[in-house]
């Protein structure tokens, strides 16, 4: 059943609805985005580490069918069961909180989310407060310390209104969330990353630096 069930959605969206790395298993959502970070793994490959092909063609996988494929799999075999994918996962927040609770549900997994924090512009609600018993996780992208800065690198489409809402949300997520991190990656320049470091440790997240990956 896992096997067909993996196969059957591969084939119909052309692209890994669910993918094995290391340790984890990792959802990939969507391919939309509200960013256009001048670092993203988008602009060079329809894949990553992870899988040979993340762009869904034709259409996205709904919640049942992402919850059938994670079901047809022992999620006890993997240490967490990872939001990410080649998109990001807060477009489709209702989506991810359902099979979240289907994770639950099932076992005592640990969930977590990959997110660039904008969840409360992308639904309009804020939401950090509706990962409470649902993530153990929350890694947030900071990627700068200003909200002039945030714009040059990651074109969003919320312009200078993004990098506020970001850390509105993850500071009401250090609250409903047993560990939250906010990441950077590794070719800002030393000076940014301390800054960034400081804002974080502000808002109660911890800080990580991860290396860029350029294909």
Known sequence: MEASAQIAGSRKYGASITYPYGKNLYVNMTNHCCNNCDFCLRKNSPGSLYAENLWYQGGEPTKEEIWEELSSRDLNQYCEVVFCGYGEPACRWDDMM????????????????????????????????????????????????????????CHSKYGLQALPAILKFTAMAVLNVPHVRMTVVSTMPKEEIDACRALCESIGADFFVREYIET
């Open 98 to 153: 359902w099979l979240c609770d289907k994770i639950k549900e099932a076992g005592s997994h640990l969930i977590r989310i990959n997110t660039n924090g904008l969840g409360d512009l992308i639904t309009g609600r804020p939401v950090a407060e509706e990962l409470d018993g649902r993530a153990d996780t929350v890694s947030v992208s900071l990627n700068a310390s200003t909200p002039e800065g945030y714009d040059r690198l």
